[in-house]
């Protein structure tokens, strides 16, 4: 009788913590200065991975719009940067898990195949990096990197709805 009170306990306890666990998301939260520029970087860091994906697979389309990508990544790095030495934080490191997993797909495609998921891995990257400026500029925590936000917000959804086109294209 004691073991069977015992599991219930424990079973009780364990249900508890896993609802107290899912109630407090990171999504809940509007981000700060350093996760927009962290989560910025780490995409930076994605669209860069796909220009030395496609050195090795690619045809000369894909090519030349991750070379595109990664210029205009290069760029915004460049303007983070200028915002992070303003506000004077440092990005959080360990987030760069995403960039690796996004990119074995399309290493290990060839052909028609890498193309396209070329272009699929590419969407939800960018619709992360766009949820996250949504997020930061519904709270805002610092005027220069909410200008940012707002130039950066229009470009990076017409980038993703440009992969979906060419997607449904391929």
């Known amino acids: 009788m004691r073991i069977l009170v015992a599991i219930v306990l424990a079973f009780i306890s364990t249900a508890a913590l896993a609802d107290n666990t899912g109630e407090h998301t990171p999504g809940d939260r509007a981000p700060s200065a350093t996760d927009v520029i962290t989560g910025l970087y780490t995409f930076s860091r994605f669209q860069q991975g796909l220009l030395e994906s496609t050195d090795l697979k690619g045809n000369a389309e894909v090519k030349n719009l991750a070379a595109l990508r990664a210029e ?16 004077g934080t440092e990005p959080r490191t360990g987030k760069t898990t995403s960039v690796s997993a996004s990119l074995v797909e399309p290493e290990n495609a ?5 193309i396209k998921s070329f272009y699929a891995a ?22 220069m990197l909410a200008d940012f936000a707002r130039e ?18 391929k």
Request: aromatic share 4%; net charge negative.
């Open 72 to 87: 205009e990544a290069a760029k915004r790095d460049k303007a983070l940067k200028q915002i992070q030495n303003a506000i």
């Open 110 to 114: 060839d052909g028609p195949t890498y």
């Open 122 to 143: 590419q969407i939800p990257e960018y619709e992360s990096a766009i949820d996250l400026l949504e997020r930061y500029l519904k709270a805002p925590d610092n005027a």
């Open 152 to 169: 950066q917000l229009p470009v990076l959804r017409s980038q993703v709805k440009d992969a979906e086109r060419t997607m449904a294209d």
